[in-house]
């Protein structure tokens, strides 16, 4: 199980790190090596948890069980008619999927109440660590995400663990499309710290353009974090952030996540200009993840359903792409990669406190600070002439164009494993969509295996802006995060650090490119 970060100095006094109290019972805070963890040593309680407690095996004596800090949700002193009690609440593992939340309570009224009052701080101080306690979160819910469910997942799976974290919740059964943006963009920023969806992507994509659709608009895309509970059938936010496709884990997550910058995309088309957080896409992966909309019952396994029924068509998509490109070059990219993966705790916004800027920026192109809407466009929009100096080409035989700012796309689908949460670039994977059909599955089925970054077939670059022009195709798809956009010229191009999300360690789960850690 995860751990949260070490807690910040200074550590606890020995004092503030046993508590003794009545009838034997002893709770002691051990942190250092594989534990960071409450060792409560109660008879009573290692009875009833004979085997184990949160998946920890219990060792050694048999009157002790450990809860790692992690799952410590809330910590308390109840003063009632002359009996003070400590109340710890926690995350009980119930199975890899699911917590249920579940209370220690213990009668205090043989120890001084400062003593327990200090002790109850420093647990909460280890098991939050750099997280901000009792969050107030504005929660929405879409009944429709993914196979259905999400009502019911909210309720069962997440509602309570956040209910005894403290959270403050505000919660909104979505009725509608486009509601997300709405209620975003008139949102009380101040009265929110974090937007959570229980939803699929889409949701998300709603969210970040509400908050991007304000007069001001970097305020509230700083101020208020965007998370994402999975209720969907792609899930991909959450599989980056919380390093998990299932509710119970990133709610635990979610209660436990860190304020970081996250890098967005604006889009611009026709006359819109809108938001992208996740993807942009044309070809094979747009068409296996829009054109199976009927397929939704599937949950995950829908796109790869769509992918082996296209993969033997050998469709391709004639455009002309041209784009800015930052690093070329496989082993440049895991340098790359390997760099910002060493340097990754800068991008944590340290604290909730709204005046931390963003995270240290690595990209050249710093967009100018003017006002307080969404920053200006540094190259134009597709409506303009292309700048000079991006590479510009004709493709005749596209098969794929897909463009990721997170790792994960779905579940096992880790298609852009260079990708890195505030770098201030993109990721571009490009291939022909003529290849053998037994190469382009290989290729395909590599991606679960985290093996297609090396190959051959497969064009990889990080950039800073791309426009994409599809050409002699009178329709088609366009997957903007997820969603269908006209089948009409698009230009995109990053904000660095421009958003703000909550995950699990201030970087993206993933397990990066193959082999980055010994590049040089
Ligand atoms: N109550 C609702 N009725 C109809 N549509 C809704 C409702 N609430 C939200 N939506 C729309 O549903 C769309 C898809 O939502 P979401 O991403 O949450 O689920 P999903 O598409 O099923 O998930 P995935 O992207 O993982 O497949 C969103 O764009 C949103 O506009």
């Known amino acids: 199980m995860a751990q949260p970060d070490s807690p910040a100095e200074p550590p606890a006094k020995s004092a503030e790190r046993v508590l003794n109290l009545d009838n034997g019972i002893h709770l002691t805070l051990r942190t250092g090596l594989g534990s960071g963890t409450l060792f ?82 420093t647990l909460l101080r280890y098991s939050y660590g750099q997280a901000q306690r009792q969050r107030r979160a504005k929660v929405l819910v879409n009944p429709h995400a993914g196979p259905g469910g999400a009502v019911r997942l909210w309720e069962h799976e997440v509602k309570p663990l956040f209910e005894a974290a403290r959270m403050e919740l505000d ?48 305020k509230a895309l700083q101020k208020i974090a965007v998370a994402h509970i999975p209720c969907g059938s792609g899930n991909a936010m959450s599989c980056n952030l919380n390093g998990s496709y299932v509710p119970g884990p990133s709610a635990l997550a979610v209660i436990k996540g860190i304020r970081t910058s996250v890098d967005l995309m604006s889009v611009s088309q026709g006359s819109q200009r809108m938001l992208s957080f996740l993807s942009q896409s044309v070809g094979i992966v747009a068409e296996c993840d829009l054109g199976t909309e009927h397929l939704r019952w599937l949950g995950a396994k829908r796109f790869d359903v769509g992918i082996a029924q296209r993969i033997f068509s050998k469709k391709v998509y004639p455009c002309d792409i041209a784009v800015k490109v930052e690093i070329e070059g496989k082993d440049q990219i895991k340098a790359h990669y390997k760099q910002n993966r060493n340097g990754e705790v800068q991008n944590q916004k340290i604290n909730d406190d709204e005046s931390i800027p963003g995270a240290p920026l690595s990209t050249k192109d710093i967009q100018p600070d003017v006002g307080e809407g969404l920053p200006p466009l540094r190259f134009g929009t597709v409506n303009d ?136």
């Open 171 to 218: 919660v909104v059964t979505t009725t509608h499309g486009g509601e997300g943006t709405e209620i975003c963009q008139a949102l009380d920023i101040y009265a929110y710290d974090v937007v959570v969806v229980c939803s699929g992507d889409g949701l998300a994509y709603e969210v970040f353009n509400g908050l991007g659709k304000r007069a001001d608009a970097r």
């Open 385 to 520: 002439p292309l700048p000079e100096d991006w590479q510009a080409a004709s493709c005749d035989k596209l098969g794929n164009f897909y463009c990721g700012n997170m790792a994960w796309m779905a579940p096992n689908a880790n298609f852009f494993p260079a990708a890195c949460i505030n770098d201030g670039l993109m990721d571009v994977i490009i291939n022909d969509g003529d290849i053998p059909s037994l190469k382009y599955i290989d290729l395909m089925t590599s991606v679960e295996a985290n093996k297609h970054f090396d190959k051959q077939l497969l064009s990889y670059q990080k950039v800073v802006a791309y426009r994409f022009t599809p050409r002699n195709q009178t329709d088609g798809y366009i997957s903007i995060d997820g969603e269908r956009v006209p089948f009409e010229p698009f230009q995109v191009e990053v904000h660095p650090g421009l958003g703000t999300v909550l995950s699990k360690s201030g970087r993206y789960e993933a397990n990066g490119p193959p082999g980055w850690e010994e590049s040089v």
């Open 40 to 121: 409560v040593r109660d008879k009573e309680l290692a009875k009833r948890n004979r085997t184990r407690l949160c998946g920890i095996a219990i060792a050694g004596s048999s009157v002790e069980v450990a809860i790692p800090y992690y799952n410590i949700l809330w910590a308390t002193i109840f003063r009632g008619d002359g009996r003070n009690e400590l109340v710890i609440d926690y995350a009980a593992e119930k199975s890899s999927t699911q917590f249920r939340p579940a209370k220690l309570r213990y009668d205090i009224h043989g120890t001084p109440i400062a003593t327990v009052e200090a002790w109850v701080e």
